[in-house]
Antibody, heavy 120, light 106 residues
Framework: QLQLQESGPGLVKPSETLSLTCTVS??????????WGWIRQPPGKGLEWIGS???????YYSPSLKSRVTISLDTSKNQSSLKVNSVTAADTAVYYC????????????WGQGTLVTVSS | DIQMTQSPSSVSASVGDRVTITCRAS??????LAWYQQKPGQAPKLLIY???SLESGVPSRFSGSGSGTDFTLTINDLQADDFATYYC?????????FGGGTKVDI
């Protein structure tokens, strides 16, 4: 059974960099059948797609976040990473990683999510 | 970017009811649409993909329809476990986008 687990600091100061890792178990992050994505949800609000990465390193980002976001893969550790630069309070959210099936672009497996608060 | 508009934003229903949620895309997306259910404190759960394909393990009371710009999620014989927020997501092209959500409550 595929499992995804987000990890990283729960509190980040304004103007600093938010860094999260998604560890995948029960499957390979190097498969050509999937993208690996990041989605966030501010408290009490809806879902926002941040970006996705393919096994070959090709990345796709939300236009509203593109200038501040980097998504990468570490195939040796079976992990995906998310970095968001110059954070503000508006970046406070639950951050999810999820597997995106290439053939149908559906997010079929999700991590449990991790709350990141931006505050001094 | 393709904008996804869901309606209604909330709906009150009772056990046994039929509930219909609509999602409209700002441009045609063929059948590249998915539906998710989210309960408080939980990650979203995939219900429907490719507009009308039921994800494995999802009860058959959930169904999806539509193509192009207009899509519908129908929940027949609403159960207590179905009270949640539902989101559509266009899967046609990057950047991917979600609808604003529809809360189904009692």
């Amino acid at each position: 059974q595929l499992q995804l687990q987000e990890s990283g600091p729960g509190l980040v100061k304004p103007s600093e960099t938010l860094s999260l890792t998604c560890t995948v178990s029960g499957g390979s992050i190097s498969s050509s059948s999937y993208y690996w994505g990041w989605i966030r949800q501010p408290p009490g609000k809806g879902l926002e797609w941040i970006g996705s990465i393919y096994y070959n390193g090709n990345t796709y980002y939300s236009p509203s976040l593109k200038s501040r976001v980097t998504i990468s893969l570490d195939t040796s550790k079976n992990q995906s990473s998310l970095k968001v630069n110059s954070v503000t309070a508006a970046d406070t959210a639950v951050y999810y990683c999820a597997r995106l099936w290439k053939a149908t672009t559906k997010f079929d497996y999700w991590g449990q999510g991790t709350l990141v608060t931006v505050s001094s | 970017d393709i904008q996804m508009t869901q309606s209604p934003s909330s709906v009150s229903a009772s056990v046994g009811d039929r509930v219909t949620i609509t999602c409209r895309a700002s441009q045609g997306i063929s059948s590249w649409l998915a539906w998710y259910q989210q309960k408080p404190g939980q990650a979203p759960k995939l219900l429907i993909y490719a507009a009308s394909s039921l994800e494995s393990g999802v009860p058959s009371r959930f169904s999806g329809s539509g193509s192009g710009t207009d899509f519908t999620l129908t929940i027949n014989d609403l159960q207590a476990d179905d009270f949640a927020t539902y989101y559509c997501q266009q899967a046609n092209i990057f950047p991917l986008t979600f609808g604003g959500g529809t809360k189904v409550d009692i």
